[in-house]
């Protein structure tokens, strides 16, 4: 019973905290950093991901993007709510559970026509639990991102 209530509590501390960090930004990524590790969002939907370039820094929403090239900038600039991550780039399979995780960038897919991240763990790849049924995990995903946001 001990054990239980110890854990119980300090599961009780990390959904407080959790809740507290989680409205300081709502990206997954800080104000201050290379959003998305740096890469180019533009890139994810041409198959190929690419690092971006100092030289194609874009701030966007308080977001430091990078872009490889002028092309992709401008074609993020044309219509940013096409290539902004859903989630705002937190896992998506973490979402289905109703928490905020920062994914491993390197880790996508791209449904539905918007990107989505996913954490990767010992022993865990969120990818690989979110294909166990993509199109019932969106849902529910949807529904917990717009509980913890609105």
Not at 26 to 44: E, T
Not at 70 to 99: E, H, M, R, V
């Amino acid at each position: 019973m001990r054990n239980k209530t110890h854990i119980l509590g300090i599961l009780f501390l990390m959904i407080l905290s959790f809740g507290a960090n989680a409205q300081d930004h709502k990206y997954s990524c800080g104000p201050d950093a290379k959003a998305f590790d740096g890469n180019d969002l533009v890139s994810y939907f041409q198959g190929d991901v690419k690092q971006g370039s100092d030289q194609y820094k874009y701030e966007y929403d308080g977001l430091n993007l990078y872009f490889a090239s002028a092309q992709n900038l401008a074609t993020f600039k044309s219509n940013p709510d096409k290539y902004i991550p859903a989630y705002n780039g937190w896992c998506a399979i973490a979402l289905t559970g109703g928490t905020l995780a920062r994914p491993d960038f390197n880790h996508y897919k791209v449904q539905d026509g918007k990107l989505l991240f996913f954490e990767v763990r010992a022993f865990f790849n969120g990818k690989t639990a979110w294909e166990k049924d993509p199109d019932i995990n969106k849902v529910v995903a949807d529904k917990k991102f717009d509980e913890i946001f609105d």
